[in-house]
């Protein structure tokens, strides 16, 4: 089982419209999450990072969190065709390291 | 904000040669930095961490002797690949601990911009 799995993608959606970018980790002591965009060619930048049960948000950017069902989430509001890019979910593992999901491609179409 | 530089960029080579790339943390003290490995459509790898003045610890699968790994300073760190072949050609990335786990997230990573080894 991997740890830190996505849906590859590709996810499609109309500009404006909301992104939903799913993922699940196998370790439960797992406590950071973090979400990471990448553009091709380009280091992954961080967008968001949770800790704490429940959503958190940043501008268009919502984390959510749910321990129990081992589940983060990201939702991206009125979607922009530069938000198009790959989305890296990593979790900060009970051993200290931060393992990476294979990312989620995400296209706004205009 | 934090930044995390590498060094170079890009590189090519030939096979049977050796790469050295460099990783600086800019504006703060890491002691500890990661080495991660992207191959095309796929996600980083973590290969190995490493930590200031001691031996890096590798991942399971990651050949210690192959990919060298110096961390001399609480800035800098470096990655040898010795006598790479075409299937090392892969993007290489670091990332650096805050040591003194400044901001929200008491001890964030930040990625360096990458680099691109290619193989010949």
């Known amino acids: 089982q991997k740890e830190v799995e996505q849906n590859s993608g590709p996810l499609s959606v109309p500009e404006g419209a909301i992104a939903s970018l799913n993922c699940t980790y196998s370790?439960?002591?797992?406590?950071?999450f973090f979400w990471y965009r990448q553009y091709s060619g380009k280091s992954p930048e961080l967008i968001m990072f949770?800790?704490?049960?429940g959503d958190k948000e940043d501008g268009r950017f919502t984390a959510q969190l749910n321990k129990a069902s081992q589940y983060v989430s990201l939702l991206i509001r009125d979607s922009q065709p530069s938000d198009s890019a790959t989305y890296l979910c990593?979790?900060?593992?009970?051993?200290?390291?931060?393992?990476f999901g294979p990312g989620t491609s995400l296209s706004v179409i205009p | 904000g934090a930044v995390v530089s590498q060094h170079p960029s890009r590189v090519i080579c030939k096979s049977g040669t050796s790469v050295k790339i460099e990783c600086r943390s800019l504006?703060?003290?890491?002691?500890?930095m990661f080495w991660y490995r992207q191959f095309p459509k796929q996600s980083l790898m973590l290969m190995a961490t490493?930590?200031?003045?001691?031996?890096?610890?590798?991942e399971q699968g990651v050949e210690k002797d192959k990919f060298l790994i110096n961390h001399a300073s609480l800035t800098l760190s470096t990655l040898t690949v010795t006598s790479a072949h075409p299937e090392d050609s892969s993007f290489y990335i670091c990332?650096?601990?805050?040591?003194?786990?400044?901001?929200?997230?008491?001890?964030?990573?930040?990625f360096g911009p990458g680099t691109r080894l290619t193989v010949l």
């Open positions: 990593a979790a900060k593992t009970s051993y200290d390291k931060v393992i």
């Open positions: 370790d439960r002591g797992s406590q950071s």
């Open positions: 490493s930590n200031e003045g001691s031996k890096a610890t590798y």
């Open positions: 990332s650096a601990r805050d040591s003194y786990g400044n901001g929200e997230l008491g001890n964030e990573q930040f």
């Open positions: 949770i800790y704490s049960n």
């Open positions: 504006d703060f003290q890491a002691t500890t």
